[in-house]
Nanobody, 120 residues
Framework: QVQVVESGGGLVQPGGSLTLSCAAS????????MGWYRQVPGKQREPVAD????????RYADSVKGRFTISRDNAKNTVYLQMNSLKSEDTAVYYC?????????????WGQGTQVTVSS
């Protein structure tokens, strides 16, 4: 069973930076994708950035393009989300996911989430 653990959330002032980490372990199948979603109370979880093994490479939500960067350490099976120029609207719980491919099927495991609060 895949375990996904996020870390790095916290309180930061507007304009500041924060880096989230996400480590996946326990996968017995092929890596398919890893990425980040975020959610604020009362709203749906929305995609932020992801990294896939296919031709899509890295993708970003329009709201974070140019400010956030996702990267992956293959050896550690870890993805990072470098967040710069943070805004109050970036405040959310950030969830990491890990997709593994088993033949024609893809299975997703989620982390428990980490709170990011952007406030002065």
């Amino acid at each position: 069973q895949v375990q996904v653990v996020e870390s790095g959330g916290g309180l930061v002032q507007p304009g500041g930076s924060l880096t989230l980490s996400c480590a996946a372990s326990g996968s017995s199948f092929s890596f398919h994708a890893m990425g980040w979603y975020r959610q604020v109370p009362g709203k749906q979880r929305e995609p932020v950035a992801d990294f896939s093994s296919g031709g899509a490479g890295t993708r970003y939500a329009d709201s974070v393009k140019g400010r956030f960067t996702i990267s992956r350490d293959n050896a550690k099976n870890t993805v990072y989300l470098q967040m710069n120029s943070l805004k109050s609207e970036d405040t959310a719980v950030y969830y990491c996911y890990y997709d593994e491919r088993q033949g024609d099927m893809v299975f997703r495991a989620w982390g428990q989430g980490t709170q990011v609060t952007v406030s002065s």
